[in-house]
């Protein structure tokens, strides 16, 4: 788009047939619905160069005409009067919806993909007032931005906006300056990455206890009133706030993700812990109160303990079951946290951090190999981009450090009813006050 | 507010952007004798799809030349540095693949 737009080129974009409906409905928002495409079958990852040749020397799946017809024809046929004239519309909606009966209202929230597809609290009007007492904001504050992917356009929304979701969510008024928090990030909970992404929040300070936050025992699962209904209200306002999460146009995960129904909502245990919190790590004190967001949680490695004789090389093989591209966040009950102090000595969350970037590492060879370091981070070392350009020149059998240091992050988090311990694939975005939004 | 029963709720969409057409760029008529570059967009094997459309085009359409030409870095990056060699040594472009 921005080739043919901003540079006047002739253009034609392909794509796979799997992608029909959503690049034709981007390249609508963008104000380009001429724009020539033209289509393959999916998928382009693994086939030979004779097979890609066939799809060249074959039809477009969506027309049904040949791949290079289409291809001259976007090329060199004149664009038609309708496709070149004037072009404006605007999507805003009311603020009020009919009003109608209960089943109906939830029959209209279910059809219209504004829900999770489980049951919601209708946010009658009295419902959003109560939520939007428990802030000084005003409702029609605009809070942020967001979208699904990199290609889709931003839409806003204010405090109202965010407290209709929370109440859909189930949240009780006094979370609300959570769910603020996570909306003001701008992060979404709904990514349409086609591998299935889910995001993190760990809420950290006093708020944890003034709301009856979970850090402890099942922190991480439904045990909790606080955090199960504001990781919803966050996947809800999300969706609902970015322009959709629907099959198909805004939503391409390719599997799912069952994570992405509370967003792996929970408290850091800072009591149990015997490190600093998560958030005064990132610049917080520990009397304020913050909530952290992670984004692309989908690969995840499992252990219980820390054994006297190979816990390093224990370690080291969950590291390097990882997704190279998703960094890892360990997720530690307060027992195992312990030990990683009584067997490695680390006293700070920053040594294990330093241990456990040393100790990820595999061939070079066998990391640029990875399809998705191919895709994502292949393209940046030969650009030159640090410190994948060095990594690029070791040699194949030369083993690297499969992470960056600044990637690698640790939360405290369980009842310490045994030390099983996590790794979360995973990208730390950024921790916002909540504080702020009270 | 319930009235006869119903009930009236607030919208939970947030707020879309305008939408203003963009330009389009006027098409050739002829790709003969012209450059057509072929833009990879270095995702997952775009650049063995985009060779084998460069051999179609030496095969088939001898007097089109084109150049095969990889981003600079990752497609979620722009690359001004790519789409201004474009536009000054170029006359079309094909991009691929999205997936």
Known sequence: MTVEATYGVPTVAMHTDKFDTVVRQVATHNGMPGLRQVFVPQPIMGKTAAQLRAYVDGVDPITKRPVMQEVLDGLTRPFDAAELGPLEFDRSTPRLLPADTEDNLHRLFLDSEWTDRLPIVLPTEERVAAMLAATHRRPDEVVGRM???????????TVEKVAVNAVMAGARPEYF?????LASTGVSARGSSSSSVAAMAVVNGPVRQEIGMNAGTGALGPYSHANATIGRAYGLLSQNLQGGSTVGQTYLGSMGNSYAYNSLTCAENEERSPWEPFHVQHGFR???????????????????????TYWREHVANM???????GPPTLLLDPITA???IDRGGFSKKDALIDWL????????GEYWDYQLVQNYIYPRATFGEEPWA???KAKP???????RREDIHIVVVGGETNGYWRIMGCNYQKTASVDEWR | MTTNGKITTLNPVGFAPKVTRKPLAPRLDTLEGRTVYLVDCRFDDSDIFLKQMQAWFAERMPGVRTVFKPISSVYLNDDPATWNEIKARGHAAILGVGH
């Open chain 1, 177 to 181: 300056p959570v769910i603020l928090a």
């Open chain 1, 390 to 392: 060095t990594k690029l």
């Open chain 1, 357 to 364: 970037y040393e100790t990820a590492r595999m061939p070079a």
């Open chain 1, 397 to 403: 059998e030369e083993m690297i450090p499969i992470f």
């Open chain 1, 338 to 340: 312990r030990q990683f």
């Open chain 1, 286 to 308: 520990p009397t304020d109160s913050a909530v952290s967001v992670f984004s692309g949680c989908r690969s995840t490695a499992f252990s219980l303990g820390l054994r006297e």
């Open chain 1, 147 to 157: 979208r699904p992917t990199h290609f889709r356009e931003y839409w806003e929304y």
């Open chain 1, 319 to 325: 590291l390097r079951g990882m997704d190279p591209h």
